[in-house]
């Protein structure tokens, strides 16, 4: 099974920009969609981006679209979240996570197998 292991969060006015990494280990990151998911204080985990393991097609939530994109670099095992006209409301703790079933792209939180453990980014107006 892979292991995930995020960085990059942080504190960052309203504004600015960040870039999250995650990096894979114990399997290879081509065998894995992948997706970014955020959990504010109080709320549900909510999809914020995906990228399938060929890297084609990318999926975004509404209110991230244009700020955002989502690559991976397969050969470095790592994939990344580029942020930037970050708001308060983008605010939460960001977890990337690894769905081995690569014939469907899902937006689905539960049907992601492996998760790291998260990092905090913190948006302050």
């Known amino acids: 099974q892979v292991q995930l292991v995020e960085s990059g969060g942080g504190l960052v006015q309203a504004g600015g920009s960040l870039r999250l990494s995650c990096a894979a280990s114990?399997?290879?990151?081509?065998?894995?969609?992948m997706g970014w998911f955020r959990q504010a204080p109080g709320k549900e985990r909510e999809f914020v981006a995906g990228i399938p393991w060929s890297g084609g097609s990318t999926r975004y939530v509404d209110s991230v679209k244009g700020r955002f994109t989502i690559s991976r670099d397969n050969a470095r095992n790592t994939m990344y979240l580029q942020m930037n006209s970050l708001k308060p409301e983008d605010t939460a703790v960001y977890y990337c996570?690894?769905?081995?079933?690569?014939?469907?792209?899902?937006?689905?939180?539960?049907?992601?197998?492996?998760w790291g453990q998260g990092t905090q980014v913190t948006v302050s107006s």
């Open positions: 996570a690894a769905d081995p079933k690569t014939w469907t792209m899902t937006t689905a939180a539960r049907e992601y197998a492996y």
């Open positions: 114990g399997r290879t990151l081509s065998s894995y969609n």
